[in-house]
């Protein structure tokens, strides 16, 4: 049984930054997807709608 011929170091480099890359477009949409609910809710916490564990203790 014969070993597998090892990859260049070009060959590791092209594919570390095509998962780097894909890796970044993954996290870019991933943080798309988590803006509208942040930015909703601080708009709660602005007008008083989240639950504060302080206020139920009063």
């Not at 870019?28 to 504060?52: I, M």
Request: glycine residues 4%.
């Amino acid at each position: 049984m014969s070993e597998p011929p090892s990859p260049s170091p070009q060959n590791l480099l092209a594919q570390m930054e095509q998962m780097l890359a894909a890796l970044s477009a993954d996290l870019v949409q991933l943080d798309a997807e988590l803006q509208p609910s942040t930015a909703h809710a601080d708009q709660e916490d602005r007008e008083g709608g989240s639950f504060t564990p302080e206020a139920d203790r009063a």
